[in-house]
């Protein structure tokens, strides 16, 4: 079961995957008062730098800084002492224990999400890299690394987030991309997709959302229509 704490305008994250901030901020300016959550990623991070992720935590947005840190631990937790400095809400670090750890102690005031499995991976690509074990079993491997680190929350795809709340329960938030509405034919390179309604019955607290609404030729009525799904879909 998703968390209930949570306001319906913040459960819907903007993924900012665009070239400028100058694009960047018209998409914050035309969803004012609709949605509060933006995720800047690795282009829009390398285009605006801290400062942008300032000027949107000062304008009153929340931020998840998506930067997927994976290195040796001392390494990720230099990083995430600079992250700490700026008022992000969610960051993300690969599921990995000592990793996970040094990233929770270095930054106290963001709330380190876990990446169990990418959705753009299914099983054959995790075959091609080795694993042996069924995805699910490795999103929940990780998902409990992540819980035994002390991190706010995982990003999981909506196929398994079922499965993380029946094994953990509620003590991490489930973050969800890989989310196309029913009327998106486009999934583009995600392999593991649901609509945000599955998202929400299967447990997911938030969705994060990047093409279908960038690419739409109403984006607007698009992220309507995708809070309405997620109105309906909450109990
Ligand atoms: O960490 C993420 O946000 C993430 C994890 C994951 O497993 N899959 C995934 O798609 N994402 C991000 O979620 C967004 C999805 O974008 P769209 O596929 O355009 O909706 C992108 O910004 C991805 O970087």
Same mark, same amino acid.
């Given at each position: 079961?998703?968390?209930?704490? +949570? $306001?319906?305008?913040?459960?819907?994250?903007?993924?900012?995957?665009? $070239?400028? !901030? %100058?694009?960047?901020?018209?998409?914050?300016?035309?969803? %004012?008062?609709? !949605?509060?959550?933006?995720?800047?990623?690795?282009?829009?991070?390398?285009?605006? /730098?801290?400062? @942008?992720?300032?000027?949107?935590?000062?304008?009153?947005?929340?931020? @998840? &800084?998506?930067?997927? &840190?994976? %290195?040796?631990?001392?390494? *990720?937790?230099?990083?995430?002492?600079?992250?700490?400095? /700026?008022?992000?809400? @969610?960051?993300?670090? /690969?599921?990995?224990?000592?990793?996970?750890?040094?990233? *929770?102690? #270095?930054? $106290?005031? *963001?709330?380190?999400?876990?990446?169990?499995?990418?959705?753009?991976?299914?099983?054959?690509?995790?075959?091609? +890299?080795?694993?042996?074990?069924?995805?699910?079993?490795?999103?929940? #491997?990780?998902?409990?690394?992540?819980?035994?680190?002390?991190?706010?929350?995982?990003?999981?795809?909506?196929?398994?987030? /079922?499965?993380?709340?029946?094994?953990?329960?509620?003590?991490? *938030?489930?973050?969800?991309?890989?989310?196309?509405?029913?009327?998106?034919?486009?999934?583009?390179?995600?392999?593991?997709?649901?609509?945000?309604?599955?998202?929400?019955?299967?447990?997911?607290?938030?969705?994060? !959302?990047?093409?279908?609404?960038?690419?739409?030729?109403?984006?607007?009525?698009?992220?309507?229509? +995708?809070?309405?799904? &997620?109105?309906?879909? &909450?109990?």
């Amino acid at each position: 079961m998703y968390r209930k704490d +949570i $306001p319906l305008e913040e459960r819907l994250i903007l993924a900012l995957d665009v $070239p400028s !901030v %100058d694009e960047a901020r018209s998409w914050v300016r035309s969803l %004012d008062g609709i !949605v509060r959550f933006y995720k800047v990623g690795l282009q829009l991070f390398l285009a605006g /730098h801290f400062s @942008f992720v300032d000027e949107l935590v000062e304008s009153g947005k929340k931020v @998840f &800084l998506d930067l997927k &840190l994976f %290195d040796i631990p001392n390494t *990720v937790a230099k990083a995430m002492e600079q992250i700490n400095l /700026h008022g992000v809400t @969610f960051t993300t670090v /690969h599921a990995e224990s000592a990793i996970l750890k040094a990233a *929770v102690e #270095a930054a $106290p005031k *963001v709330g380190i999400l876990a990446v169990t499995v990418l959705t753009s991976m299914d099983q054959e690509d995790l075959k091609a +890299i080795g694993a042996g074990a069924s995805l699910e079993d490795i999103v929940i #491997a990780r998902a409990s690394l992540a819980a035994r680190a002390g991190c706010f929350g995982v990003v999981a795809s909506g196929k398994e987030a /079922h499965a993380i709340r029946r094994t953990l329960g509620d003590s991490l *938030v489930i973050v969800t991309p890989g989310v196309r509405p029913a009327s998106s034919s486009d999934r583009g390179d995600q392999k593991r997709v649901v609509t945000p309604e599955e998202a929400v019955k299967n447990g997911a607290d938030y969705i994060v !959302v990047g093409r279908p609404v960038l690419r739409a030729r109403d984006p607007l009525g698009m992220v309507e229509k +995708i809070m309405e799904e &997620l109105k309906q879909s &909450l109990d």
